[in-house]
């Protein structure tokens, strides 16, 4: 189904949202305008998740951002 109709929002803004947000490295896409479809790279997605998580992990393990009694 079609994302404006999903989450009841204009279509051209979500497609400006998705277009920032590959521009900005902030999701692994390709936008194709002639489809209006968007292509994930879901591997390059996946390893910035699991980049994250360790990130994360370390945190916890350090108590970064934690109030210590």
Do not use: P
Request: hydrophobic letters at 40%; a negative charge.
């Amino acid at each position: 189904h079609d994302i404006a109709e999903k989450c009841d929002a204009a279509k051209g803004t979500i497609i400006e949202v998705i277009q920032e947000m590959i521009k900005n490295d902030e999701i692994y896409a390709e936008y194709f305008r002639s489809s209006n479809t968007v292509a994930f790279n879901q591997q390059a997605n996946i390893e910035e998740i699991d980049n994250l998580m360790a990130i994360y992990k370390k945190w916890e393990e350090e108590n970064v951002g934690k109030k210590v009694k």
